[in-house]
């Protein structure tokens, strides 16, 4: 028997009943699809309680704190599995098998290159550009090179879509930073891991040679498979709406690096290197906790507070573990931004505001610290971030056009705007 919800109205209109859908896990869903023929919208400014899509990708339980990609922990991946695996988990479903994960990891090694034009594109930036502008710029020029031919509707033109974005991020990240520095471009080596050959484009110059540390490369590679996927948030769900209307994917990927870039998003992790850079030592702690209480004062604690999470972002305690192997690697343990980070964490975690509120640190806090620490500036941090996001983003898109129920989106609104008037020439306005 379909479980159902009966809307009845005060003013003693006929009530309304509508079906309510279970997935597999998470909160039911009321389908209000037939409440417009009766005359009524649903309003709710910033989604705060709205599901957009049907998806099988990730599942976020924001109050246990749980994280599944395609049904497995994101505990048990960040430590047993690894990017390229994670890329084929959350773009065909299931973990691949040993040649599934060979003929993958081959295709994104071939695709690493960007077409020789592209350095042009580079080139049309100041050299003082923000890396995102620079990664939003070129990813966005990419549907320059790759539109005609590409038939959306085509699973196998879909794939390559994917594949070659996967592929391409790396280069156009490490080029970002590369342009910045003044540096030459590195190109990808191939006998490389995906991790390993990132670090080779950023940190390499054609002057001596360069060798990824282990560590340091495998600690980069679980940062990606955190980063990589997390249900329908600001920018994931910037690329799904940009792709409804079967725009070029990789136009709707840089609309995803763009909403990727805000300070309340995907930005907060070079705004949380700031903020503890401001505070500069544990002592200025408290005066920045009772300015992020202060509703007169717009500053407020980055790396802390989710929409989900209610509990503590299980992303954050693995990359706060990361951050001890890093900073142990590199003899770093005294990093005065990790104990200000620390201390912050554990002051907050005490603090009612934060506790009432079930503000706890996010996948941010700690990101930007590691970063750092391997040598990479505050304002790559958000390219890191989209870097990883694009393989979700592109399975997210592919998810939506693989739904052949899929529709254009077109949300509604409450309009607060004039009565009808009549026009007023301008001879006889008045101020
Ligand atoms: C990411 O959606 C995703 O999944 C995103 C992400 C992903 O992987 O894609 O997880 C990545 O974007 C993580 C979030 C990174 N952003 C930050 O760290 C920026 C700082 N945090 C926030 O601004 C805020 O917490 C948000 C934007 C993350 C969430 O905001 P919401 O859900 O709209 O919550 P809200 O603004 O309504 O806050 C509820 C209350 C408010 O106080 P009251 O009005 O109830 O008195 O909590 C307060 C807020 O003022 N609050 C904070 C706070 N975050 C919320 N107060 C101080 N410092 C903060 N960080």
New binding site residues.
């Given amino acids: 028997m379909k479980k159902t919800v009966t809307l009845t109205f005060s003013d003693g209109s006929p009530s309304i009943e509508l079906p309510i859908e279970q997935g597999t896990y998470g909160k039911p869903v009321i389908d209000i699809r037939e409440l417009g023929p009766h005359g009524y919208f649903t309003h709710d400014p ?1 989604f ?1 309680a709205t599901s957009s899509c049907n998806s099988a990708i990730t599942y ?1 339980d924001g109050d246990e704190g749980l994280l599944y990609y395609r049904g497995y922990p994101i505990e048990e991946l960040a430590y047993q599995s690894d990017y390229m695996e994670v890329c084929y988990l959350l773009n065909h479903g299931e973990l691949p098998t040993a040649g599934q994960k060979m003929a993958f990891e081959n295709s994104i090694r071939h695709h690493s290159l960007l077409h020789d034009q592209m350095e042009n594109v580079f080139r049309g930036f100041r050299r003082s550009a923000h890396p995102m502008a620079v990664m939003i710029g070129v990813t966005g020029a990419m549907s320059a090179f790759y539109h005609e031919g590409t038939d959306l509707f085509d699973p196998r033109h879909r794939e390559i879509v994917a594949h070659r974005l996967i592929a391409k991020i790396p280069t156009v990240a490490a080029w970002a930073y590369k342009f910045n520095e003044g540096q030459p471009f590195v190109y990808p080596q191939n006998h490389l891991s995906y991790a390993e050959n990132f670090m080779h484009m950023m940190f390499s110059t054609p002057c001596e040679p360069y060798q990824p540390r282990p560590v340091l490369a495998r600690a980069l590679d679980r940062i990606f498979i955190l ?1 990589a ?3 329908q ?4 769900s910037t690329v799904r709406l940009a792709g409804s209307s079967g725009a070029n994917p990789y136009a709707c990927v840089a609309a995803g690096m763009a909403s ?1 870039w805000g ?7 070079e ?2 290197l700031k903020m503890l850079d401001e505070m500069g030592d544990v002592s200025r702690i408290p005066e920045y906790i009772k300015r ?2 202060d ?1 007169a004062d717009t ?11 209610k509990n503590m ?1 299980p ?1 954050a305690r693995i990359i706060r573990q990361t951050c001890y192997e890093v900073l142990d690697e590199l003899d770093l343990r005294d990093d005065p931004q990790f104990k200000i980070a620390m201390e912050l964490e554990r002051i907050a975690l005490e603090d009612d ?2 506790i009432s ?1 079930k ?1 706890y640190p ?4 700690y990101s930007g610290i590691i970063f750092r620490a391997m040598g990479i500036p505050p304002s790559m941090f958000t390219v890191m ?1 989209a870097l990883a ?1 694009t393989s979700g983003w592109v399975a997210q898109w592919n998810e939506m056009l693989s739904d052949p129920a899929h529709k254009i989106g077109r949300p509604r609104q409450l309009y607060t705007g004039a009565t009808r008037r009549e026009y007023v020439s301008l001879d006889q306005r008045r101020a």
């Fill in positions: 910033g705060t976020i980063h996927d997390h249900e948030n600001a920018s994931t990727l300070p309340l998003h995907g930005g907060a992790n705004a949380v992020a209480k509703k500053f407020r604690l980055m790396g802390f507070g989710h929409r989900v999470y972002d992303r505001y934060f509120r503000l996010n996948v941010d806090f971030f996001r």
